[in-house]
């Protein structure tokens, strides 16, 4: 028991390799595209004359497919282990900025918005998978180190669009160039680790361990018919949903709302990204210690950050939104591997994931275009929309009241019984 205890402590250590190659993996598929997409959609304004909505639709493009690929990345997960599913996602995403240099018309620009999310979901499903199966007692510390490679895409964006909008570069082949990144650099990293690893290698490539013989749809079936199963996707949903509009709409909110400058901006919304780095791990600490109780706290966050944006006028306001802001989506998609562990457990994780994923996506999907839309009958106006959203994650609080988590220990229970486990080691008699 000893041992044990002694390789919970080292849990993160032992597996810093597959964390790191996951961060830059998740940073080049996730990040880059993800906070590369509020500063195209001005510059697709002017050059299409598209409007809030039509611009804001490439979210929900990238985020439908993405519903899509980490269900069925979840599932091929399960049956034949992370490799292939992280090589697919990887190739996706190249091909889908790649895309973007042809996106002169609607339709490309969706369909390259669609790549991405194939690619951005396939990658991030397969290692919470992964993440998950690797680390049990730290395993909300683990996936914030490994999702802070989003926020890290947000620190990193705003430095590089802001200067060469401003030096005239076009938005499509800013958006192209950076498929180099997961041509170049993520295929050939995740290929050589795997290969190599011969610690991480068989647990990355092996496919879930099932305990019960049911199929696919029978297991969705049995978990479905839980109230609670219901509430959780429900309010992963509506954060998804809240979270990922403001993320997408912040730059046009403080540039027209506000009258900001595009290099005020910039520097804001990299200060959002760098708390948000800070904010995804100690989330993911303070889920490993409360758990279910700790995510309704986040998600209340976003609420209050949701609303803050509206009273910003100068240095102090805009501070008080960057500080909230930046802690509340820092908490955000840590969320789904823990509610996902500590409520159903092991059995077919993979797919469970999957599932909770399709409820991340369609938020996406569908919380940026609506905001879009509230602000195109408002006449440009985001004031009214963010009211509603910061009640609707208010109301994902409400779903998960009800919410207890079934395969979760507190620590202090859990150094009681390790303790426990301990002292009757230590009297047992050495045997001959």
Request: with cysteine.
């Amino acid at each position: 028991m000893a041992t044990n205890t002694s390789s919970h402590e080292h849990e993160l250590i032992r597996n810093w390799p597959i964390l790191v190659v996951a961060f830059i993996l998740v940073f080049l598929a996730f990040g880059i595209p993800t906070y590369s997409l509020p500063f195209m959609y001005g510059p697709a304004m002017k050059e299409f004359g598209w409007s809030n909505a039509e611009v804001n639709l490439l979210s929900t493009a990238k985020f439908v497919i993405g519903a899509a690929a980490a269900l069925g990345m979840g599932i091929l997960v399960d049956r034949l282990g992370g490799r292939l599913a992280v090589l697919i996602g990887t190739a996706a995403g190249g091909v889908g900025m790649a895309m973007f240099l042809f996106a002169t018309n609607l339709p490309m620009y969706y369909l390259a918005g669609a790549m991405l999310g194939f690619s951005a979901s396939s990658i991030v499903a397969a290692m919470k998978v992964i993440i998950s199966r690797l680390c049990t007692i730290h395993q909300g510390a683990a996936m914030g180190i490994v999702l802070t490679a989003t926020s890290t895409g947000g620190v990193v964006m705003p430095w590089i669009w802001a200067p060469l909008l401003q030096a005239g570069w076009n938005w499509r082949t800013i958006i192209a160039m950076m498929s180099v990144g997961p041509f170049l650099i993520a295929a050939p990293l995740w290929v050589i680790f795997v290969a190599r690893s011969k610690k991480l290698g068989p647990t990355i490539n092996a496919p879930t361990p099932l305990q019960n013989k049911l199929s696919t749809w029978q297991h969705f079936k049995l978990i479905s018919q839980d109230k609670n199963f219901w509430l959780i996707a429900v309010g992963i949903f509506l954060v998804s949903g809240v979270d990922q509009a403001v993320q997408q709409n912040t730059v046009q909110f403080l540039m027209h709302n506000k009258g900001m400058i595009i290099d005020k901006i910039a520097w804001a919304a990299s200060l959002i990204a760098v708390l948000g780095v800070f904010a995804k791990i100690a989330s993911g600490w303070f889920y490993d210690q409360t758990s279910i109780r700790g995510i309704r706290f986040f998600y209340m966050l976003l609420a209050l950050s949701t609303w803050l944006i509206l009273p910003v006028a100068g240095a102090l306001t805009l501070t008080l939104f960057i500080v909230t802001r930046g802690m509340a989506h820092g908490g955000m998609i840590v969320d789904v591997p823990i509610l996902t562990r500590h409520y159903f457990g092991l059995e077919r994780m993979g797919l469970t994931i999957g599932i909770m994923s399709v409820a991340v996506n369609l938020g996406y999907a569908s919380g940026p275009p609506v905001l879009g839309w509230l602000a195109d009958i408002n006449h440009g106006s985001f004031a009214n929309g963010m009211l509603i959203y910061g009640a609707v994650a208010a109301a994902a609080v409400i779903s998960l009241l009800r919410v207890i988590p079934r395969f979760w220990m507190p620590p202090a229970k859990r150094r009681e019984q390790e303790a426990a486990a301990q002292v009757a080691s230590n009297m047992v008699p050495p045997t001959a």
